[in-house]
């Protein structure tokens, strides 16, 4: 299921459903993680080719609206 402007996707996982940029494994619980540890959107965008600034703000839009989901995840891997 394709959400925020197409660029996020949902789709199944062992710890509930994923959401990911388009059909990629760039995970949105990480890129929010990366942010959260002071990566800046330039040098997040250094780090993944092919991903697009509107990437990005599509992430950033999806954690705002579902931010217990994806603070779940980030909880669950620092746990791992």
């Known amino acids: 299921m394709l959400t925020e402007a197409g ?5 199944p996982h062992p710890d509930g459903i994923e959401a990911c940029i ?6 949105v619980w990480g890129l929010v993680e990366w ?3 002071g990566r800046s959107d330039t040098e997040i965008l250094r780090s ?3 991903l697009s600034a509107e ?5 950033w839009d999806y954690y705002e609206s ?3 989901e994806i603070d779940g995840f980030i909880r ?5």
């Open 66 to 68: 579902h931010r217990e």
């Open 48 to 50: 993944i080719p092919g």
């Open 22 to 27: 388009r059909d990629t494994n760039v995970n």
């Open 55 to 59: 990437d990005l703000a599509a992430a």
């Open 35 to 37: 942010r959260r540890l």
């Open 76 to 80: 669950r891997n620092a746990e791992a």
């Open 7 to 11: 660029r996020i996707t949902r789709r």
